[in-house]
């Protein structure tokens, strides 16, 4: 017995501190590496199951896609591979909490996300996208990484003010429940959606999948609420995948930028055609609204509003 219990506490090199979620058939865990000085290393693990279902052949082709992207935002994969039957992918422990947490924190202290903030946590998604969709092959030849499932539970935010994107190519982040056809399924039946129309429609995910993604988060983060939810998922799946979705941003925002409500109604058109053609060219909307309004924002911004958030003195004070 005890035998048993010390294999299901390490997994080939690596000590698997907690399990923080199995989705998907895929098991996240917390766990530690003990690198060649001897030192250990926190790190997050991401295994399949032990049957061979399919499953493994994605996953890998997944984390062989995601171990290419580069960038200061994005957690960076560091191993990858089968032990004992088990596709595994180990990336960058990021010390941080993922933009749900942060979102529902944001709920609790009844306030909302600020809009300069959302701007910044934004343009640092954009720029780890835009790592991925510039990626080349040892030619030269474009390759490029599409995320493809870009939600807030793979968006990390640090005490510090860094922001890291994970799970490129992987199809998993999410830890919340998903359903067949990938909505998340939340609290009394609650339904949400984080795809873009080509892709509920059974279209392979571009770039410009991406810059969908993204605009919906950025929606989410000024307004506080979420743009895409119903009681029938066969309902929501038909008003997204068909275009037939209003983006009611000046209803629950009618004080903002005009030239923001642009940037995230271009972002969110329902045509790829018409979105942003690259996240660089998102990012480069934002910028040039900052630029504008003479207002500038970095990661000490950040920084301040996740210490108000989670600093565990009593605080009443709203950032």
């Given amino acids: 017995m005890e035998e048993t219990a010390q294999r299901e506490q390490t997994f080939g090199p690596y000590l698997l501190d907690r399990r923080i979620a199995t989705r998907r058939r895929i098991e996240l865990y917390r766990a530690t590496a003990i690198g060649l000085d001897g030192r250990p290393k926190p790190i997050m693990l991401r295994r399949t199951g032990s049957l061979d279902d399919g499953v493994h052949d994605k996953f890998l082709d997944g984390a062989m896609q995601y171990a290419v992207v580069h960038h200061a935002s994005v957690a960076q994969v560091v191993d990858l591979g089968?032990?004992?039957?088990?596709?595994?992918?180990?990336?960058?422990?990021?010390?941080?909490?993922?933009?749900?947490?942060?979102?529902?924190?944001?709920?609790?202290?009844?306030?909302g996300f600020p809009t300069d903030v959302a701007l910044h946590v934004l343009d640092r998604v954009l720029a780890a996208l835009d790592a991925a969709h510039g990626t080349k092959d040892r030619k030269g030849r474009p390759v490029p990484i599409v995320h493809g499932d870009l939600c807030h539970s793979n968006v990390l935010l640090t005490e510090e003010g860094d922001v890291a994107v994970t799970d490129f190519a992987m199809g998993i982040a999410s830890t919340r429940r998903r359903t067949a056809n990938g909505l998340h399924q939340g609290s009394k039946n609650r339904f949400t959606c984080y795809s873009s129309p080509e892709q509920l429609r059974g279209e392979p995910a571009t770039e410009r999948s991406d810059v969908f993604l993204a605009g919906v988060l950025l929606y989410e983060l000024v307004t506080g609420r979420v743009l895409f939810k119903a009681r029938d998922e066969d309902d929501l799946i038909d008003v997204v995948a068909s275009g037939r979705f209003e983006v009611p941003l000046e209803r629950h925002r009618a004080d903002l930028h005009p030239k923001l409500a642009r940037i995230v109604h271009t972002a969110l058109a329902a045509d790829p055609a018409h979105r942003f053609e690259s996240a660089r060219a998102f990012s480069d909307a934002i910028q040039g609204l900052l630029e504008s309004v003479h207002a500038s924002v970095d990661r000490r911004f950040l920084a301040k509003l996740m210490k108000r958030l989670f600093d565990p003195r009593p605080s009443t004070a709203a950032p």
Avoid at 88 to 100: E, F, K, Q
């Fill in 82 to 111: 089968t032990i004992d039957g088990r596709s595994y992918i180990a990336t960058d422990l990021v010390d941080g909490r993922d933009l749900l947490k942060v979102l529902a924190r944001c709920a609790q202290m009844r306030f």
